[in-house]
């Protein structure tokens, strides 16, 4: 793969990215986008951090699914899977920075 078609792939990948991420803060988050997890713990009685990293499990099986060959290989289950687990990733950053910023306050 040549440098200009990986860049080609981040960059498309970032702007869908950022796209998700800003459509589903309207759709499913409050004031707060880490409300979900933190629902989600009190419900299961575990921590916002362990919600979100049994959640982000499911889209890993899924990326396994797709590596292994259980998952036909389109361009549109890569941008599922890949993107979900991404966006996942992300939203754990976020959790984890705001953790850090609660405890130093």
Do not use: W
């Not at 440098?3 to 960059?11: C, G, H, M, S």
């Amino acid at each position: 793969m040549t440098p200009k078609a990986f860049n080609a792939i981040l960059n498309r990948r970032i702007e869908l990215t950022k796209q998700v991420l800003e459509s589903k803060a309207d759709e499913y988050a409050s004031e707060n986008r880490l409300y979900n997890f933190e629902r989600a713990a009190q419900m299961g009685a575990t921590t916002p951090r362990q919600a979100l990293y049994g959640m982000l499990l499911k889209h890993l099986v899924s990326v396994h699914d797709l590596v292994t060959g259980k998952l036909e290989n389109t361009e549109q289950m890569a941008d599922e899977k890949i993107g979900d687990t991404i966006n996942y990733l992300i939203l754990l950053e976020a959790m984890l920075e705001d953790e850090r910023c609660t405890l130093t306050k």
